[in-house]
């Protein structure tokens, strides 16, 4: 991943804008519906009524999850896009492994989300030019150093709260 440093200056709402503008119908919002994520659709949509949505439904989600999905559908009017994974890849991850094999070890964990996010989001992506994220960097020493925005591979990843705090 390449770090575009222009960028660092610029506000969420400046970054979301650039990304509409220059990207369109080939930008997309990742949200799992965190706050993050709600923060970002609520500025989109404020730029523009017609951005895209899209969430990874993994099959395991929290009824919570769904409420807020529709929450969005009727407060937005944005027709979330649900990116579920290969129905065969998880029938298999089932019959080998059972339902929880992500409490069993790592490699466990690993291979669960690789079938029901990894694998998903991959394909979804793979539609886009461009998308944003909730990452900040507060939020783990993994994610100190995150940019705003980044090349990563041939498309552009956006986090545009990467600077903002929990306040």
Not at 48 to 73: C, K, M, N, Q
């Amino acid at each position: 991943m390449t770090p575009l440093s222009g960028f660092e200056s610029a506000t969420a709402t400046e970054i979301l804008a650039w990304a509409i503008e220059a990207y369109g119908e080939s930008f997309a919002i990742a949200t799992s519906f965190q706050k993050e994520g709600m923060v970002i659709v609520d500025l989109a949509s404020r730029i523009s009524s017609g951005v895209r949505v899209f969430t990874i439904d993994t099959g395991r989600l929290p009824d919570e999850t769904y409420r807020i999905l529709e929450t969005v559908r009727q407060r937005y009017g944005i027709r979330v896009e649900v990116v579920f994974p290969d129905r065969e890849d998880v029938e298999q991850l089932v019959t080998f492994h059972g339902p929880n094999l992500f409490y069993q070890s790592v490699q466990g964990r690993e291979r669960c989300c690789d079938v029901r996010k990894v694998r998903p989001l991959e394909r979804k992506l793979a539609t886009l030019k461009a998308w944003a994220t909730g990452l900040r960097r507060e939020q783990s020493s993994t994610r100190a150093h995150v940019p705003k925005v980044e090349k990563h591979q041939d498309r552009m990843k956006l986090n545009p709260l990467a600077d903002w705090t929990a306040q």
